[in-house]
């Protein structure tokens, strides 16, 4: 399944790399949507905090928790506040657990996506490897037979 091809996962998190790095140099602040289960606070946040987090997350990186960013080699790491105490922690995120980046649009009034990782599989609910090659013929062999013009190529001759 392409979803779980590791030469495909390879190549988003080396374009995911260079749109975060182009963020951060160009002093554009930006949301990234994640995966709790590759993101890490230290300290740890309080039970209380820790409960509300969803298993897909969205943190806005902006004001000081923007300038805190920081790459290293295994993901990138912020300073972030949380609950209504702001309690501190610095979350550290796998790169495989950036789900996806968002950026605030001001004219449009919305956030556009920048990046998806789509393999990460907290995109699906199901993912199917058998029936992946017989639903792409079968999606192409739709595709082929919806346009009355095409019908000439299912007919054999004799």
């Given amino acids: ?38 993101t890490h606070f230290q300290p740890s946040l309080p039970e209380n905090i820790a409960k509300d987090i969803e298993d897909l997350t969205l943190f806005v990186l902006a004001g000081y928790t923007f300038e805190s960013i920081a790459f290293e080699s295994f993901g990138m790491s912020f300073e972030a506040g949380f609950g209504v105490q702001n309690f501190g922690s610095l979350v550290s995120i796998e790169y495989d657990g950036i789900v996806q980046i968002l950026l605030q649009d001001s004219h449009l009034l919305q956030e556009i996506s920048l990046f998806v990782n789509i393999t990460n599989p907290k995109l699906y609910d199901k993912l199917e490897d058998t029936k992946e090659e017989s639903e792409g013929l079968e999606h192409s062999f739709l595709a082929l037979t919806s346009n009355p013009d095409n019908f000439h190529l299912l007919n054999k001759k004799q």
Wanted: hydrophobic share 45%.
């Fill in 1 to 38: 399944m392409i979803l779980k091809n590791p030469r495909l996962k390879k190549l988003l998190i080396k374009h995911l790399k260079d749109i975060l790095g182009f963020l951060v140099s160009e002093g554009i602040s930006f949301s990234i949507l994640c995966d709790i289960s590759k």
